[in-house]
C-alpha cells in the first residue's frame, strides 16, 4: 500500500460533500492506495524521509460530480 497524506484544503472539502459522496471519495482513495496506477485520481507523489508519499489536496472535481449525477439519475421536484 502506498503512503497516502490529507492536506487540510483537503479535509475542507471532503466535509462540504454529502454523506454518500464523502463515502464515494474515501473508497476511491483506499483503491487508490491498493492500485497508484488509478487514473481518474491524480495525487501529486512527494519524497519525504526517502519514502514516497502521495498528498490528496482537493476532491469533488467535475468530472466526478458528473459521474454521481449520472448515477444519482434523474432530478425530482
Known amino acids: 500500500m502506498v503512503a497516502l497524506r490529507?492536506?487540510?484544503r483537503f479535509r475542507e472539502r471532503l466535509a462540504l460533500l454529502s454523506e454518500g459522496r464523502?463515502?464515494?471519495?474515501?473508497?476511491?482513495l483506499?483503491?487508490?492506495?491498493?492500485?497508484?496506477?488509478?487514473?481518474?485520481?491524480r495525487l501529486r507523489p512527494d519524497l519525504i524521509d526517502g519514502e514516497t508519499?502521495?498528498?490528496a489536496v482537493d476532491c469533488?472535481?467535475?468530472?466526478?460530480?458528473?459521474?454521481?449525477?449520472?448515477a444519482a439519475g434523474p432530478r425530482t421536484t
Open 6 to 8: 490529507l492536506s487540510d
Open 22 to 28: 464523502r463515502e464515494h471519495v474515501i473508497n476511491r
Open 30 to 41: 483506499i483503491r487508490f492506495q491498493r492500485d497508484p496506477q488509478e487514473r481518474q485520481l
Open 53 to 55: 508519499v502521495y498528498t
Open 60 to 70: 469533488g472535481g467535475h468530472e466526478i460530480i458528473g459521474e454521481w449525477e449520472r
